[in-house]
């Protein structure tokens, strides 16, 4: 039988097929041993997989995964218990929203930018979904429109909601209406009462944020997957403090930059990190205005961690 994972929790991941019907399965012994898997999770949330059910016996719902299907994407972050290591997010997803916070957390640009990397990087749109529009003052709307103005400049979708109040929650549900979504970001940004107001009756978990440190706290500690009444799945993650970016060599990494990507053929060199390159057309482009100086830095940053990482 086909089915899609639901749910992980280690050893065990729920398994619902085509028609509906939901399993408990674990993976065949030999499966691991056979598959070459470099992270620390070998199935993820939205894998399709192949399963059959346990003793033959027709009336129980334990089921053994015999075999994985290929993956037409999937996002990863570095683990965050085994930093050399990669952890599968989720797999098999349409799109990724990426929840933000102007303040009470306020989400950085540097977070965002890694997310965003990341999900260039494995071909995924993303949608930029501020929430907690009931309690912005003036200036942080200002903030907001500045943010609003440089990511959708790049070609990104930016939304405004407020899971308190409900507005924009409609736009979101069009967004989100038969696709697979991913939702990510801190934890403390709401992302559990937006996925209340989506999913009526689920009544996930929610708290407030850490009053001493100003970060969230975390409510999700799996990835799991819902199917939306209207039509359409999502697959909510844990709440990531930090984006490890894994698998970009310094190189490819301005190519999961959109706005760079014109400027790219134009630099001197073939090999050209934007840095102290003579001769390079990116940062002719920052210097003129027409790549944002904070996205700019970002890069750097990113570039500087991957350094980190590989020497």
């Given amino acids: 039988m086909q089915a899609t994972i639901y749910r992980s929790t280690g050893s065990w991941y729920t398994a619902k097929t085509t028609e ?3 399993f408990q399965a674990r993976i065949k012994g030999v499966l691991k041993i ?9 199935i993820a949330v939205g894998d399709v997989v192949e399963i059959v059910r346990e003793d033959g016996d027709a009336t129980a719902n334990n089921a053994m995964i015999t075999d994985i ?13 085994k930093k050399n290591q990669k952890h599968i997010v989720a797999a098999n997803m349409d799109q990724a929203m990426l929840i ?4 009470e957390p306020r989400t950085s640009n540097g977070f965002m930018d890694r997310f965003l990397v990341t999900a260039a990087a ?7 979904v501020f929430n907690k529009r009931d309690i912005y003052k003036e200036k942080d709307l200002d903030k907001f429109a500045e943010l609003q103005a440089l990511y959708e400049d790049i070609g990104y979708k930016v939304l405004l909601v407020s899971a308190e109040t409900t507005d924009g929650i409609d736009l979101l549900k069009a967004e989100m209406k038969d696709k ?4 990510s970001g801190h934890s403390g940004v709401g992302k559990s009462s937006l996925i209340n107001r989506l999913l009526p009756g689920l009544d996930l978990r929610t708290k407030a944020v850490s009053g001493w440190s100003g970060k969230g706290l975390h409510t999700t500690t799996y990835a799991e997957m819902y199917d939306l009444p209207d039509g359409g799945k999502l697959i909510d993650t844990p709440g990531v403090r930090e984006f490890g970016i894994v698998d970009i060599t310094k190189p490819e990494l301005s190519h999961y930059f959109l706005e760079m990507q014109p400027y790219l053929q134009e630099c ?11 001769g390079c057309a990116v940062k002719a482009a920052v210097n003129e205005g027409e790549i944002d100086v904070e996205r700019y830095v970002s890069y750097a940053s990113i570039l500087e961690s991957i350094q980190e990482d590989q020497y």
């Fill in 20 to 22: 509906g019907e939901v």
């Fill in 34 to 42: 056979d598959e070459d898997i470099t992270s620390t999770n070998p």
């Fill in 69 to 81: 299907n290929k993956r037409h994407n999937y996002i990863v972050r570095s683990s965050p218990h």
């Fill in 100 to 103: 933000c916070t102007v303040k």
């Fill in 122 to 128: 494995y071909h995924i749109p993303v949608i930029l």
């Fill in 180 to 183: 697979t979504t991913l939702m």
């Fill in 268 to 278: 001197q060199f073939n090999n050209c990190l934007h840095i102290n390159e003579p």
